[in-house]
Nanobody, 127 residues
Framework: HLALVESGGGSVQAGGSLRLSCAVSGSAWSTYCTGWFRQAPGHEREGVVVIDSVGTTDYADSLKGRFTISTDIAKDTLHLQMNTLKPDDTAVYYC?????????????????????WGPGTQVTVSS
C-alpha cells in the first residue's frame, strides 16, 4: 500500500513558476508508473507527465518544454517544475502511482491494475 501527499500549490501570475512536490510512503513505489495529473473546473482529469521504473518520461504534448518531472528515490519524493505558467494551467494537480505496463499520459490511468492518488493541490494562475 502506498500513500501520496502533494505540496507546493498556490497562486501565481501568468509567466511565473511553481514547483510541486509529492511525498510518497510505502515500499517499492519507484517500480510503479508515477506522475502528475490535473483536473480543471468543468474538465476531466488529464495526464501531465508520467515516469516509469527506468526513468522514461512521457509528457502531454501541450506541456513539453514548460513542465519537468523529477524523482528523488532516496527522499521518496516526486517533483513537478512548472515554468511559464498560463491561466489555462489552473487546476487541481494530483500525483499518482499506477501499476501498469502502459506508462503514458494517455493510457496509464485507464490501464492501471492498481492505483494510488494524493488528495491534490490547487494551482491558480492569474492573467
Amino acid at each position: 500500500h502506498l500513500a501520496l501527499v502533494e505540496s507546493g500549490g498556490g497562486s501565481v501570475q501568468a509567466g511565473g513558476s511553481l514547483r510541486l512536490s509529492c511525498a510518497v510512503s510505502g515500499s517499492a513505489w519507484s517500480t510503479y508508473c508515477t506522475g502528475w495529473f490535473r483536473q480543471a473546473p468543468g474538465h476531466e482529469r488529464e495526464g501531465v507527465v508520467v515516469i516509469d521504473s527506468v526513468g522514461t518520461t512521457d509528457y502531454a504534448d501541450s506541456l513539453k518544454g514548460r513542465f519537468t518531472i523529477s524523482t528523488d528515490i532516496a527522499k521518496d519524493t516526486l517533483h513537478l517544475q512548472m515554468n511559464t505558467l498560463k491561466p489555462d494551467d489552473t487546476a487541481v494537480y494530483y500525483c499518482a502511482a499506477l501499476w501498469t505496463t502502459q506508462c503514458t499520459v494517455i493510457a496509464a490511468e485507464a490501464s492501471a491494475l492498481d492505483n494510488y492518488w494524493g488528495p491534490g493541490t490547487q494551482v491558480t494562475v492569474s492573467s
